[in-house]
Nanobody
Framework: QVQLVESGGTLVQAGGSLTLSCGVS????????GGWFRQSPGKEREFVAT????????NYAESVKGRFTISRDNDKNTMSLQMNSLLPEDTARYYC????????????????WGQGTQVTVSS
């Protein structure tokens, strides 16, 4: 059973930076595609970024492209999301997820999820 645990969420001012981490246990992470999603109250879960098993293929939501960077360290079974130039609209609970196969922006295709970490960006 793959287990994921996010960390790093906090309150940050607009324009600031933050790095989220996702620790993976119960499986070898290099067998899975990784993804970051976010959800605000009253909204659907939204795709943020995804990274292939070897880290070669990456895709971002248009709203974060150029500001966020997804990465992974398969030796450490971790995945990260570096977030720069944060905006108030980035406020959400951020989730990491894993799935076999190819990269995907569809949250319904991800099998394993963490509990999330809250990011709040103040204006």
């Amino acid at each position: 059973q793959v287990q994921l645990v996010e960390s790093g969420g906090t309150l940050v001012q607009a324009g600031g930076s933050l790095t989220l981490s996702c620790g993976v246990s119960g499986a070898t992470f290099n067998a899975y595609v990784g993804g970051w999603f976010r959800q605000s109250p009253g909204k659907e879960r939204e795709f943020v970024a995804t990274i292939s098993r070897g880290g070669i293929f990456i895709n971002y939501a248009e709203s974060v492209k150029g500001r966020f960077t997804i990465s992974r360290d398969n030796d450490k079974n971790t995945m990260s999301l570096q977030m720069n130039s944060l905006l108030p609209e980035d406020t959400a609970r951020y989730y990491c997820a894993a799935r076999p196969g190819a990269i995907s922006s569809d949250p319904l295709t991800y099998e394993y999820w963490g509990q999330g970490t809250q990011v709040t960006v103040s204006s």
